[in-house]
């Protein structure tokens, strides 16, 4: 057999195996899966369900606006810069006296990333980091308007989480589990501290 034809057979033998590892190794699946990065909750909610999101209280005292601060950091995109993906910043913990309400401002800073709709959602959780949803007890209303906006590059959207209180709810500390969806950009999860004393 010539050397030519033993030169086209280790370059075949080459491309199989490349193939063969691109295909069936866990460590490749980033360069071959677009949506590797996302955050894939086992029992994930349907953000886009208009039921999953509670309609706004009416607020009896006058609220007070919370200070940001940022949530957690979204998985990176191979080969992209941190300073051009996209961020959410939100208060992750309020304090608050029976009877009162308090709005959270939550802003979606979009940068390089978009368009695509931004969704969120807000449950009760029986401690951080918990996955369980729990009812809301009696006497606290939570609710984000708009609960979704269609969102493009280079621009910044607000939201706002609102936290109702009444004069008899039990005192103590409860959780709630913010779940945010970008389309084609990030799924995250973040937990917000709400102590009622």
Same mark, same amino acid.
Not at 114 to 137: A, H, N, Q, W
């Given at each position: ?14 491309? &199989?195996?490349?193939?063969? &590892? ?45 200070? &940001? ?129």
């Amino acid at each position: 057999m010539s050397r030519k034809w033993w030169i086209v057979i280790a370059v075949v033998l080459v491309l &199989l195996v490349s193939v063969f &590892l691109y295909m069936t190794q866990p460590w490749l699946e980033p360069l071959h899966s677009p949506s590797w990065y996302l955050h894939n909750t086992p029992g994930q909610p349907n953000l886009s369900s208009p039921d999953r999101f509670p309609k706004p209280p009416d607020a009896t005292t006058t609220p007070k606006p919370t200070t &940001l601060s940022p949530t957690q950091t979204p998985v990176t995109i191979p080969g992209k810069s941190l300073l051009e993906s996209a961020r959410v910043l939100y208060a992750d913990s309020v304090d608050l006296k029976a009877g009162e309400t308090r709005l959270i401002d939550v802003t979606l800073e979009t940068r390089k990333d978009g368009p695509g709709e931004f969704s969120c959602v807000i449950f009760r959780t029986d401690k951080e980091y918990g996955k369980d949803t729990l009812p809301m007890p009696r006497g606290l209303e939570v609710s984000i308007e708009p609960p979704k906006v269609m969102a493009s590059p280079n621009n910044t959207y607000h939201l706002t989480i609102t936290i109702k209180t009444t004069p008899d709810i039990a005192l103590g500390e409860y959780w709630l589990r913010f779940e945010q969806d970008f389309e084609n950009v990030f799924r995250a999860t973040g937990w917000i501290r709400v102590k009622i004393g």
